[in-house]
């Protein structure tokens, strides 16, 4: 058996045998199984470091690194360096619910749970339209009252793309009583529209690209804002296997393999990838 992610392998109950490796090809024939390897030369590994902030399941496992491990201390390097005066800690479900445990672990404060996710609906992101978009939210998303009712609450997530679908959540949060909101965010600003995962097509879409921190906060509605620092990123799976990591939808550095043409590249593994997180 054969998955994206190691997850799948626990749902049926099939042992982990070894992760595939990048620009490995495996072959399974009659005869038995084979890898090929040489195509791809000598070439620097560039694990999408974005899977350890959003795309894979918390309970996966990749390179020999937990999700969740590294979610949760991303939540901790937010607590160090972008710590907040408030009274509970919660997570925009699912990804940010790791990180929260991070945050109030490291800071103190303690963990709530403040909103319940309707399971039956997609991820919002790839979502064809905004209105359509704006729908999911309000569907998707429902406030627990009690928990953020009279409270100033640090408010964990893994990203603003567009800053529209933020913007909602936080008014849900003021709608439900929050007196303050203290967004963080378990990733660097996001300046660059990535062909492989997050189907971003211009750097107009991204809020990032055209505003200040200061003015982010101001336009999603927050109190304060703190995102995950660049230099921290590479620290989030420190036990992870993988030499190296693909960053450049925050740095804006890629390196694509040699082995394949950037046009070739773009087309065949974004093919891929969304047809995984679809
Ligand atoms: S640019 Fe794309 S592949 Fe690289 S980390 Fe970002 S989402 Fe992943």
Avoid: W
């Avoid at 909103?115 to 905004?130: A, D, L, V």
């Amino acid at each position: 058996m054969v998955a994206s992610e190691s997850c799948a392998l626990d749902a049926v109950g099939a042992s982990f045998v070894r992760d595939v490796e990048p620009g490995e090809v495996v072959v399974f024939e009659p005869s038995g199984v084979r890898s090929i390897r040489e195509h791809c030369g000598e070439c620097k590994p560039s694990l999408c470091v974005f899977e350890y902030i959003y795309f894979a399941r918390p309970d996966s496992v990749i390179d020999g690194a937990s999700v969740h491990e590294a979610r949760v201390r991303a939540g901790e390097f937010l607590a160090i360096k972008q710590p907040a005066d408030a009274d509970i800690v919660i997570g925009v479900p699912d990804s940010g619910l790791d990180a929260a445990v991070g945050y109030a672990r490291q800071s103190g404060i303690p963990y709530g749970i403040g909103f319940i996710k309707n399971r039956y609906i997609g991820r919002t992101f790839i979502s064809p339209g905004q209105k359509s978009r704006e729908d999911k939210v309000r569907i998707k998303l429902n406030p627990i009252a009690s928990v953020v009712r009279g409270k100033r609450v640090v408010l964990i997530d893994d990203s603003i793309v567009r800053g529209t679908t933020s913007k909602r959540i936080v008014n849900l949060l003021r709608d439900a009583g929050a007196t303050e909101v203290h967004f963080r965010v378990t990733a660097p600003p996001f300046l660059n529209p990535c062909y492989y995962g997050t189907d971003i097509d211009s750097r107009e879409n991204l809020i990032a690209c055209r505003h200040t921190i200061p003015e982010i906060a101001e336009i999603i509605g927050v109190d304060s804002l703190g995102y995950l620092a660049q230099e921290d990123v590479h620290c989030l799976a420190d036990s992870s296997a993988c030499g190296g990591y693909c960053d450049a939808c925050f740095s804006g550095k890629s390196a694509p393999s040699p082995g394949l043409s950037t046009k070739k590249a773009k087309g065949g593994l974004r093919n891929e990838k969304l047809f995984r997180i679809l």
